[in-house]
């Protein structure tokens, strides 16, 4: 399984209401595709984020689903708009169990 070291969130602390905010999130994760082996031709197991999900007071802002394509480390950029004070949280789920988050606050003015 896969080892988080930490996750990395990029976003303005404070926006104007009706304001777009851009959003950069990473997180390291080893993703391991699954399709590889080993020199003794064993396949190494698939171990990957399946799932990304932020979510803005609560009400979902933000999805995507990854597959063994993307590569380690994720970086996902994406905007919202800003109409409240309050907290962002950011969800990963993947293989074996694995699951991380963060939350961020934004501060509306």
């Known amino acids: ?11 303005p602390k404070t926006a104007a209401k009706g304001e777009v ?27 990957i984020i399946r799932e990304f999900v932020c979510t803005y007071n609560g009400q979902e802002v933000f999805r995507a689903e990854l597959h063994p394509g993307v590569g ?9 708009v800003a109409t409240e004070t309050g907290s962002l949280e950011f969800k990963w789920v993947g293989d074996n169990g694995y699951a991380s988050s963060v939350t961020s606050q934004l501060t509306v003015s």
Do not use: W, Y
């Open 72 to 80: 380690a480390n994720p970086v996902i950029n994406f905007f919202t």
């Open 1 to 11: 399984m896969s080892k988080t070291s930490r996750t990395l969130v990029t976003m």
């Open 21 to 47: 905010v851009a959003i950069r999130v990473i997180v390291q994760h080893d993703m391991e595709s699954g399709f590889r082996h080993t020199q003794q031709g064993q396949r190494i197991p698939r171990d």
